[in-house]
């Protein structure tokens, strides 16, 4: 076995390759869109690498690829962590010890050298798009949410890496039944009543704008939370325009006090993981057409994001705005996955469970000193 650092676009090609082969007779595993991932390494397309530095890892054994893996760091989130803690991510490995420790021990060494003392992962180049499932390996996964075989947590504990910190998902499906309790509907009445809250739609007229809001709402609710970083204004024109093809006007929410100021957001996007299943991650030849008729139809949406700003935290906004989101997404097969909550999250986590969403999935964020 070899390791090789990924060095001309051929090799790229390769490593972005490896999980449609790799996983091509899982049936839970969904096909990204190759040129989505593509557009990951791009620096013109990610504007993330502007402040990372980084290297990909082929391991190899002749001619045949056994895994890859990413090493990074992230200036941007060294400074505001305070705290030398290097990255990895895009992790594939076929079920041999050996070869995991190869690759886990050649993130580590590229860390390392670059001065960081610690390596956290699994993470990518795009926001919350992070970790290892652990629990709740089915059903497949919403849109840009991660998926891996099982055998992946016993790499990491073989390498020393521990848990750091998990991540819960939580659901709520029409199918099943789900209504979102009286007690909530009666306490976010009382909740706008209370603090002159009004809930609306995004303005697709004023989109840029609407934009801005959502990064000056983003940075403000989440700058506490395990993890997070600042989003920049690049990143945050980048994200729009790509959720721009796919965002249905009724997925965004932003909450307003009595003055019409913006204190708090959420977003759903539409899950398309269900459209591109059997695409093989490609568009053409008719799978755009599948995209084009499929979206307007979608019931199944992962909620990416739900912020309230510091000054409002405590007030149950966040339940106003989460009942909000879910009357406009409403249809009677209607399934909705919250993605991410942090396990130690206690306020969130006892709203959702409030809120009658029944738990799903559990993602898994590692961590070893180098």
């Not at 180049?125 to 992070?130: D, N």
């Not at 848990?163 to 199918?175: E, F, N, P, R, T």
């Not at 009658?356 to 961590?367: D, G, S």
């Amino acid at each position: 076995m070899n390791i090789r650092p990924v060095q001309t676009q051929a090799d790229l090609s390769r490593f972005i390759r490896l999980p449609y082969r790799f996983y091509r007779d899982d049936p839970v595993w969904i096909p990204p869109l190759r040129r989505e991932q593509r557009g990951q390494f791009d620096p013109q397309r990610n504007p993330m690498l502007d402040h990372c530095a980084y290297a990909l890892f082929l391991l190899e054994d002749g001619s045949h690829i056994l895994g890859r893996i990413a090493a990074f760091v992230d200036t941007l989130a060294v400074e505001v962590w305070g705290e030398p803690i290097g990255l990895f991510g895009y992790y594939e490995c076929v079920p041999d010890a050996a070869a995991a420790h190869l690759l886990l021990q050649t993130a580590a060494d590229w860390l390392r050298q670059r001065g960081m003392h610690a390596m956290r992962g699994p993470w990518t180049f795009v926001s919350q798009e992070w970790g290892l499932v652990v629990e709740g390996f089915t059903p497949p996964p919403v849109i840009m949410a991660p998926y891996n075989p099982p055998y992946y947590d016993d790499h990491m504990t073989a390498f020393g890496l521990a848990k750091v910190k998990d991540l819960i998902c939580y659901y709520a499906s029409g199918s099943e039944g789900y209504r979102i309790p009286d007690r909530i509907l009666n306490l976010t009445d009382a909740v706008a009543k209370r603090y002159g809250v009004s809930v609306r739609p995004v303005d697709m007229d004023r989109f840029q704008e609407e934009v801005m809001t959502f990064l000056d709402l983003s940075n403000q609710s989440l700058v506490g939370n395990w993890g997070y970083t600042p989003v920049t204004q690049a990143e945050a024109e980048a994200i729009a325009r790509d959720m721009k093809q796919i965002l249905q006007p009724q997925g965004v929410v932003f909450a307003e006090d009595s003055q019409g100021r913006p204190i708090g957001f959420a977003m759903a996007l539409p899950d398309v993981n269900t459209l591109l299943k059997g695409l093989k991650g490609r568009l053409l030849p008719f799978g755009w057409l599948k995209l084009l008729f499929g979206l307007p139809r979608l019931h199944s949406y992962r909620m990416f994001a739900l912020g309230v700003i510091p000054e409002y935290h405590g007030r149950g906004i966040d339940s106003l705005i989460y009942r909000a989101l879910y009357e406009a997404l409403y249809t009677p097969d209607i399934w909705l996955e919250i993605n991410y909550v942090l396990e130690d999250n206690v306020a969130m986590n006892n709203a959702i469970k409030k809120l009658n969403a029944k738990p799903l999935r559990r993602y898994r964020i590692y961590q070893r000193e180098i």
